[in-house]
Nanobody, 126 residues
Framework: VQLQASGGGLVQAGGSRRLSCAASGRTFSSYAMGWFRRAPGKEREFVAGINWGGDSTRYADSAKGRFTISRDNNKNTLYLQMNSLKPEDTAVYYC????????????????????WGQGTQVTVSS
């Protein structure tokens, strides 16, 4: 399985950014997906997760109301639309695929994800 995250970059506070994650290697539409991030000096944290069909999602409190996770199973691609960005959103963002979580709160758990992308840097300037 290969997960290729893209779309990161430098954005001003209040701006928007859309991250993409292109997946290959196993049937994308069969697996839940998630976004995590690691800020400088901090541990990796959950951002958002989505089940195989897109009808079950979970968000970190920090992402609710600002970020939207979605997927296009025809394109084998996961997305994270980020709006109203803040300097504290600065981090490396990772996409991941779960071989064990089907839907619900398990989407929040990093140990449910068995494949990880390389990460894309998002920097929000104040």
């Amino acid at each position: 399985v290969q997960l290729q995250a893209s779309g990161g970059g430098l954005v001003q506070a209040g701006g928007s950014r859309r991250l993409s994650c292109a997946a290959s290697g196993r049937t994308f539409s069969s697996y839940a997906m998630g976004w995590f991030r690691r800020a400088p000096g901090k541990e990796r944290e959950f951002v958002a997760g989505i089940n195989w069909g897109g009808d079950s999602t979970r968000y970190a409190d920090s992402a609710k109301g600002r970020f939207t996770i979605s997927r296009d199973n025809n394109k084998n691609t996961l997305y994270l639309q980020m709006n109203s960005l803040k300097p504290e959103d600065t981090a490396v963002y990772y996409c991941a695929q779960s071989g064990t979580c089907v839907a619900g709160d398990c989407l929040r758990n990093s140990w449910e994800y068995d494949y990880w992308g390389q990460g894309t840097q998002v920097t929000v300037s104040s």
